[in-house]
Nanobody, 115 residues
Framework: QVQLVESGGGLVQAGGSLRLSCTAA????????MGWYRQAPGKQRELVAGITRGGSTNYAESVKGRFTISRGSAKNTMYLQMTSLKPEDTAVYYCNAFPVPYDSWGQGTQVTVSS
């Protein structure tokens, strides 16, 4: 069973930065491309960024140039560096497989950006 744990969220002013972390049980990072997703209140969950096993990255247009996805030195870690945050980035952020996520999701980490 996949176990995903996200952390690093918080309250930040517009223009600020946050770094999200994801740790996963098992070896899913080594066998899958992984991604960050987010869900804002009243909206569907959306893909924010993805990274392949080889390190190629993909970003949603709304975060290009502001967010950076990366894998940690430990095989089961992944990060999302978020800069120039905007109020519309407010959401619960999740990590999961990319581009097709597993059915099981972690609890997510709340990111709130104040204007």
């Amino acid at each position: 069973q996949v176990q995903l744990v996200e952390s690093g969220g918080g309250l930040v002013q517009a223009g600020g930065s946050l770094r999200l972390s994801c740790t996963a049980a098992g070896t899913i990072f080594s066998i899958n491309a992984m991604g960050w997703y987010r869900q804002a209140p009243g909206k569907q969950r959306e893909l924010v960024a993805g990274i392949t096993r080889g390190g190629s990255t993909n970003y949603a247009e709304s975060v290009k140039g502001r967010f950076t996805i990366s894998r940690g030195s430990a095989k089961n870690t992944m990060y999302l560096q978020m800069t120039s945050l905007k109020p519309e980035d407010t959401a619960v952020y999740y990590c999961n497989a990319f581009p097709v996520p597993y059915d099981s999701w972690g609890q997510g980490t709340q990111v709130t950006v104040s204007s």
